[in-house]
Each structure stands twice: as structure tokens, then as C-alpha cells.
């Protein structure tokens, strides 16, 4: 059996600069990753074979359109070939939340098959199909703290920001990336600021908040609560939301963090965590 973890994914900035004529949007933005997130297992079988487990397989259904069973298709197609496979996504985060669920889901898929059929995972075919399969996928797949541009498929990593401790909140709502953007007011309000990967976070911003506030008000809620807690140095949202996030300099400041979420918003899902 192969185990593979797919981390969430953090938006420390996300800066929108236009729409461009192939639908997508030209982006900006820092990508980082957090040590814990959704974890995929696979074993050879007599037949393919695909279940969803966890605290969020609701939100999902294995027999639908799913990034994971996608991610294998097309790697048998355009990589390698695969023998039949029984696949379990263990669903730990929540479904549409801005950390990039069901990209880690497919670029956890990609690597582990890649692992399976002897692949190196710096294969150009492996990113080539990561950037076929949406614009988060090959940024989960490198899985390390990275500026990205165009998509989000150009990537340039950078050091610096492993360890720092992090709480990560969703209201336990929902948020479609379309109609996000769909509400952006398309307005370049400039590029990401220069400087070292901290710098950059701080100094830059979230263009989608607004129009992700649009649609769920609630994630203005969560961004005031964690701007409240004791110790937190950058509270933002990330992607299109609805999970927004808090990042600490000490651990005790997270874990206190943490504890005063989850004592006064029970509804909310929260994880203390760091980043990787």
C-alpha cells in the first residue's frame, strides 16, 4: 500500500491582475502549505475501486466527478501505464474551502502514482497533466512555499516561513471558486509587494475577500475573530475562501489561539497546525 498526504494549501497573498482571454485570470500569488490536510492510500486490486472516508467524505461522492479518479486517468493516459488500483481518500478538510482540497487530493494521486510506476515526480509529463487538471494542482504537487504567477502554474519556491505555527477556521460554508471570481470588480490593484517570502505576506492582500464576503458574509466574521486573538501576526483568508487563517510567532500564542475559536464558535472547524 501507498499512503500520501495531501496538505492544505494557504493563499498567505493572492493578488488578481486581469481576466484573461482564455477564461482563467492572471494571478499573483504565495503559496504555502501546512502539515496536516486530506491523506490518500492505494493498493493493487483485481479491479479500480474508489472510496471517500473522513469527517467531509459527505460533501463528496466516489462516483462522481472527482479530481483524485481524474488525476489517475490522466496519468495512465499521458504518463504511465497503471494496473488496477483500489484508492481511499481519507476527507479531513472541508470540501470548497479555499485550501485547495481537491488540488492536494490530485496532486497526492499524481505523486503516488508516480511512486507506483517509478515516475520521478520532477517528470515535465507529471506537471504537464498537474496544470491540465486546475490551476492550484501543480503548486500541491511541488507542495513547497512558492511565488506563483499566470495561473498559479508558474512557480519560483522560496525559504523561510517553515515552522511558523498557524490556526486554520472555516465557518463550515461552502464557496465555489467561480462565482467568486465572477465577482471580482476587476480592478488591478497591483502586483505582489518584493522582499522575502514574510514580507511579501504581510505587505500584500487577498483580492478576492470582498467578493468571496459577497457571497458568505460569515467569513468577515472569521476574520474578526481571529484578528482578536492574542499573538496572531497575519490574519487573512485564503483563495476564495471560506477558510481563513492566523499565523503565529509562538506556539503557546496558536495553541491558546486555538482553544478560544473553538470555545466560542463550536460550529466553526478549526485546525491549529504550522506551516511546512
Known sequence: MIVEPAPAKLNLALHVRRRREDGYHELETLFAFVADGDVLSLAEAECDRFEIVGPFAGGLTPDGDNLVTRARDAFARDVAALPPLAITLDKRLPVASGIGGGSADAAAMLRAAARLADVVTDDPRLMAVAAALGSDVPACLLGRTAFGAGR????????????????????????????????????????LPGGDAWSVATL???DLFVPAKLIAPVIGEVVDALDR???AVLVRMSGSGATCFAVFNDPDACRAGAYAIRAAYPAWWCLETALV
Open 204 to 206: 500584500g492582500r487577498n
Open 152 to 191: 498559479g502554474e508558474d512557480l519560483r519556491v522560496v525559504e523561510g516561513l517553515a515552522g511558523r505555527p498557524v490556526v486554520l477556521v472555516n465557518p463550515n460554508v461552502a464557496v465555489p471558486t467561480a462565482p467568486v471570481f465572477g465577482r471580482w470588480d476587476g480592478v488591478d490593484r497591483g502586483p
Open 229 to 231: 486573538l492574542d499573538g
